[in-house]
C-alpha cells in the first residue's frame, strides 16, 4: 500500500484546512484509513481513524468537534476537514492505513502551520 498525502499549509489561527490522502497498491487489504500527527520534539499521535463502512470512527480528544474525517472508498481516498484551527494543531500530519493482517503504512507527511 502506498500513501500520498497533500493539502497542508499555513493558517491563521481560526482558520481552515481540508488534507487528503490517496491509497494506491494493494487497497482492498486496507480496513482503516486515518490520519496521526507529528509536532517538533513529540510523538506521533493519532488524529483520526475510519473503518471502511465508517462504522467506526476514533478522534483524539483535543479535535473532536473540530476536525472531521470521510473517506471515499470508490477513489481510496482519506480527507481530514480541520477547523477552528489552533497553534497546538501545528504538527507534520501523516496518513496512515492499516490492514487486513494489522501492518501500518505511512504516507510521507505534510506540514500544517497554525500562525498569526
Known amino acids: 500500500v502506498q500513501l500520498q498525502a497533500s493539502g497542508g499549509g499555513l493558517v491563521q489561527p481560526g482558520g481552515s484546512l481540508r488534507l487528503s490522502c490517496a491509497a494506491s497498491?494493494?487497497?482492498?487489504?486496507?480496513?482503516?484509513l486515518g490520519w496521526y500527527r507529528q509536532a517538533p520534539g513529540k510523538q506521533r499521535d493519532l488524529v483520526a481513524t475510519m473503518s471502511y463502512y465508517g462504522r467506526a470512527m476514533n478522534y483524539a480528544d483535543s479535535v473532536k468537534g473540530r476536525f472531521t474525517i470521510s473517506r471515499d472508498n470508490t477513489k481510496n481516498t482519506v480527507s481530514l476537514q480541520m477547523n477552528s484551527l489552533k497553534p497546538e494543531d501545528t504538527a507534520v500530519y501523516y496518513c496512515?492505513?492499516?490492514?487486513?493482517?494489522?501492518?501500518?503504512?505511512w504516507g510521507q507527511g505534510t506540514q500544517v502551520t497554525v500562525s498569526s
Open positions: 496512515n492505513a492499516l490492514d487486513d493482517r494489522l501492518r501500518q503504512y
Open positions: 497498491g494493494s487497497v482492498s487489504s486496507i480496513s482503516f
